[in-house]
């Protein structure tokens, strides 16, 4: 083995465990009883006790139910509002001049960067008035700014990429704009259209300062976590927090192949 | 089933490039017509605003007798076979067959029977239930043509679909597509650059040149007699010849002739720049005056040496438009 | 080829997305500049800016160097690992696996998980030390990792730091990727050595990814608000926890137009600095 392979395996061994640390924190403590962890001034760092009864303790907590549930809808919202908006736009912009619709990428790229603090203060205002403050739409609405972006930017690639002529052919058929999309388009944007799902719905479960301004009392999961932390609670939080982590890991594992840099950078060389 | 087609003042341009300029052409019912003309001078745009799919700056199609003109892609009872087949990939040869059925409501009995039937008039009964990304060219090509088939559409637009095939499976499918042409009696516009198909397949070849159709008719028209020196220069293995009227008493004209039009003798002198063999011919690029010209002979020359020869025909261009045919009479007997 | 340039009815399908981003973006942000100039009274001036005028230059100074420290740990270590996993090493898999982690775990989850861990009381990284014989050492029960606030900042770095990372090593490898393998060989062959290649092929090839991975995450950085907010609450504050501060007590939430003002400012500024020096990178490239 030559030396350089010797020291990318070193270097990517300690760089492992840095980055597979803070998960098995969490999952120590989620399984081990606090006398073991919480209880002690230096926790023990290796599993050397199994019990469930942190978890069963979190479980009977209603209160953190609630809104988890309450993210998983709104994340839906996202989700299905960005499939709507950027497969909708992404279409327009693939059939107008790329001069023109590189501009409307940049600037909706702009808005992105707009800081969310910034903007969601003046929302929250107009939220109120509308009846969306506290409301799971209010902070869908203003998730989906985030998103929209790169969804746009990816369902444009996903046209771009189509066969040439298909949707062409699609109308010499006899096919209208509908039956275009329903039994061809879609079909076959089938992959852009399951990444832009996933990314929608993975930022906005993860997203904080909206639902913290937006909605502050019917908080969002990672919103009432903080709630518990800040509270000093943290021993119905970790097991909590681990039970709503696992499956988005193992989503983010099983999606890894669609988790290129070239669908998050394309467009910004455009 | 056949109907024919009118063009009147077709306009297309693209941001400030003209691509079609007050186009007009008339296609019968039931007729072969091949639109030839080089690469980038507008065959592809001219099928795609026949047939709606991209907008048309000014003008009328006619269809039978009717404007279909603003009828969209999906109302015009136009098929076309684009150059890459545009087959659905999320689709199976069948299904793709049976699109343009299923779009137009039909039944699935009805269907079924349809595709069978157009399946074994294509020979392609067997693929039926492949999915289209895995067939060959020439059966994707088959499968294209199948689909423009099977809705009995008033016209078909044919763009190049012969361009994508290999030398073998090229001939044996222009054939076919002949015999189905006549055989079906459809109306068939067909575009290609290459000059073998049009020969080959068309009734009339149309000549797109700049914008407008230079020149219509058989194949033979156009090759003996070109309307145009741009048309004479088009047509054909080898550009005709174009060397100045004085030569033969034509002052202010320009003479046009094949490289096959000679025969000895010493009206036209030249001197030889290069020879090139074809099958026991010789084609002889030479320098007459001014023009550069090759001409078909049996005589062995050598590269450097002079040559003279009359004429059996040639054509008067005045302008760059023809103007007169000549037969030379007392040539004419003697084999070229 | 065939683009219809001039069929703009294709706008209306862009439209409700343009819609959306003018209506929920640009409008609320322009709203935000226009009421930071006003006072309680309704009158317009500078007030807001006077009053927080201490606060928001400290605020301000803290998040550029959060944001800085951050890019440049996570740049650095992104393109480590970019240059591990481009290489076929056995197991790369599970690497390319386990380094993804962190982009699963939510940013409030991560901040919880790294409040537990750097706890000055009970923390797992003060166990760590103790384990290692460093307290003993050191005669000390435990480091208080809140001691000043540069302590803190640098803890926020490192949470940052670790659920971000993933995100840019993404984004470089795929502009490693891009690189022709022929380039490398035929500099090989030319004697260049690995560093060299390094140097002379790899970061030129490299540059438009490395600008927008820093424009991706630069732009993030300077909005970072729930890891400081879980980790290190009001001590000290960063801009955007700044004008949460603000926002969330009502004797102040005009000063936080003012603070939120100057935030979107140095957005803006950072946005245009990088996209420049990006194109200009792009441009050297052709």
Redesign the interface.
Known sequence: MKNSNILSYILAIILAIIFIYPLYILILIAFEPVSLTFDRLYPYQLPFDFTLVNFESSIKDLSLITPVLRSVVVAFIVAILAIVLSTSAGYGLNKISSKFSNKIIVLMFFANMLPAIVIAIPISVYFIKLGLYDNVFGIALAQELVVLPISTFIMLGGFRALPVDIENQTNIDGANLLSSFRYVLVPLIRVPLIITFLLAWMTSWDEFTYAIIISPLAPTFPVSLYDYVSRGDPFISSSFALLVTIPVIVIVVFLQKYLKGEYLTGGMKA | MTYKMELINLKKSYNSVKVLKNLNLNVNEGEFLVILGPSGEGKSTLLRTIVGIEQLDGGKVMVDGKDVTNRPPNKKNIAMVFQNYALYPNMTVYENIAFPLKMAGMNKTEIKTKVNDVAKLLKIEDVLDKNATRLSGGQKQRVAIARALVRKPALFLLDEPLSNLDARVRYTSRQELKRLQKELNYTFIYVTHDQLEASNLADRVAVLHDGVIEQIGTYNDLYEKPATKWVGDFIGAYPMNFIDGNVLNYPDKIIGFRSVWTTNGDTIKAKINLIENSEGNYYVHCTSGESNIVIKTKDQYSVGDDISFDLTRFNIYNNGVLEDVKLTEYYKSEPS | M???????K?????????V???A???F??A??VF?SFKTPKGAYSLGNYYAIKGGLLKSTFDTVIVSFGALLIQLF?AI??A??LI?S?KGNKL???????????????????????FSA????A???L??LGLLHLFGI??VNWYATQYTSMGIVMFADF?KNT??IA??????LSSIDPAMMEAASVDGAG?FRRFIHIVLPNLA??IA?AL??RG?SE??I??LP??LI?YHPSLI?TL??EY?TSISSVDY??AA??I??LI??AF?VLVIKLGGAS?YEKQ
Request: proline share 5%; no cysteine.
């Open positions: 065939f683009k219809n340039h001039t069929n703009y294709y706008i209306l399908f862009v439209l409700p997305a343009l959306y981003v003018a929920l973006s640009f609320p942000a709203s935000v009421l270590f480590l690992i240059n591990i290489k090493l690497f390319s696996t386990i380094f993804i982690i962190p982009y699963g775990i939510s940013t409030v989850v991560s901040a919880f998980i790294f409040s537990l861990i009381v009970g923390g797992f003060n166990s760590t103790h384990s029960a435990g670790w993933p995100l993404l984004i470089l490898l795929g502009g690995s438009p990814y927008i424009l991706i732009v300077f909005n608000f729930a907010l879980v609450g955007n004008v949460y926002f936080s137009y939120a003002t935030l979107l957005i803006v946005a792009n």
